[in-house]
């Protein structure tokens, strides 16, 4: 028998363990940016809604409440610039992650099927395709996809590690070349209230559902969106995935027949969050200040960041010419920094670092005492 793990990559997460122990043995304590999970509370108002739920004695709606998805509906007309999302497309999640790896073998993708993703990515759009039987293709570029028989596509804007974001016309690009294939186009867009300079500050991140792009259709299109980050939410695991009406209710058979439910306690917590923009906003402000901070010291440390116009991480590599980016994790784990090394994140990667914001204020400011601190001959990230 062939198990399934024999498909999937190592994981590589367990390969930074030594440079986790390294840092650890600093004398102020690990600064751990290596991870982007959340560290500040959930907000009171989401947690009384939990609360208030919490008998939930009946099987909850795989299909998620219909106040639930109103909310969604809300959401994206009042914070995405989608007007009019049909409330029947729209399904919860179990967070997204179990929908990004599943969604490939959830569209009946296998053998033979290609699944393009970002050159630079999250290691589960490579994963998903990999469970399903499919074949996954790393590429920004769509004339990358020659004569490959392209069945689904993967967008993540703003992206997962380089914060770089899509314009109107580079989702529209893409879309016209998925649908001239047939192909899905998924768009993971869970950094889109997390943006950092203009013009997606002012104008806000685009979605692929947004008419500009879509043509006002959303044939072939699935917005993928998680609470995780927006609402310190990760531990509920609250997402959802909206578009394509046939699509949605497609996935909503197969989840009902296999029990891919979100608890009914979660289901109102998402409906309060995502009906409150202030805690959003107060979480952006003080994402905005840790960034600031890493940032002026990142670069005083003699690093350049790259994209990152939005997202929760620092896209950083040592100014010059090109650093392996497992000597720039070591590097900074002597000073106790742990970061994520860019080889995670594909071959075009290697020579960057992945610094996240989510760690608390004070260890943020240890980080950036540490980093702007006096140096050694190379200096943390230094050349030596
Ligand atoms: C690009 C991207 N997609 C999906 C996820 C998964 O988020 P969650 O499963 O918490 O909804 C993450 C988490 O880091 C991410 O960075």
């Not at 304590?29 to 939930?56: F, H, K, N, W, Y």
């Not at 790896?101 to 699944?115: F, I, T």
């Not at 006096?374 to 943390?380: C, F, M, V």
Request: net charge negative.
């Amino acid at each position: 028998m062939g198990l399934l793990t024999g498909a999937l990559p190592d994981f590589p997460w367990d390969t930074l363990a030594p440079y986790g122990a390294r840092a650890r043995a600093h004398p102020g304590g690990i600064v751990d940016l290596s991870v982007g999970t959340p560290v500040d509370p959930t907000p009171p108002l989401i947690r009384a809604a939990l609360a208030e739920a919490a008998d939930a004695h009946g099987y909850p709606l795989t299909h998620g409440t219909p106040e639930l998805r109103q909310a969604v509906v809300d959401w994206f007309a009042r914070r995405r610039g989608v007007p009019g999302l049909d409330p029947q497309a729209v399904l919860p999640t179990v967070g997204s992650k179990e929908l990004v790896a599943l969604l490939p073998a959830l569209l009946g993708l296998g053998d033979g099927d290609v699944v393009v993703h970002p050159a630079t990515a999250y290691p589960t759009y490579d994963v998903g395709a990999r469970m399903a039987g499919a074949t996954p293709l790393p590429a920004d570029d769509v004339a990358a996809w020659g004569d490959a028989p392209v069945r689904l596509v993967w967008l993540n804007s703003p992206g997962n590690p380089d914060g770089t974001v899509r314009s109107v016309e580079q989702l529209r690009a893409v879309v016209d070349a998925a649908r001239a294939v047939g192909a899905v186009v998924a768009s993971d867009e869970c950094y889109a209230e997390l943006a950092w300079e203009e013009p997606w500050t002012t104008d806000g991140v685009p979605s692929i559902l947004d008419p500009r792009v879509s043509g006002g259709d959303p044939t072939g299109l699935l917005a993928v969106y998680s609470l995780s980050k927006q609402s310190n939410l990760a531990g509920y695991r609250a997402a959802f995935v909206a578009g394509d009406p046939r699509l949605v209710g497609s996935l909503l058979e197969i989840r009902k027949h296999a029990g891919m439910i979100v608890p009914a306690p979660v289901q109102a917590a998402m409906t309060v969050a995502l009906g409150d923009d202030t805690h959003v906003d107060a979480q952006r402000a003080v994402y905005r200040v840790r960034r600031e901070v890493l940032r002026a010291a990142v670069t005083g440390a003699g690093l350049v960041v790259d994209g990152s116009q939005a997202g929760l991480y620092l896209w950083a590599r040592p100014a010059g010419e090109p650093v392996d980016c497992w000597t720039t994790v070591g590097r900074l784990a002597e000073r106790g920094v742990l970061v994520a090394p860019g080889a995670f994140y594909g071959a075009a990667a290697a020579h960057h670092v992945r610094i996240a914001l989510t760690a608390t204020d004070e260890r943020v400011a240890e980080a950036a005492r540490r980093l702007l601190g006096p140096l050694d001959s190379s200096g943390p990230a230094g050349r030596g």
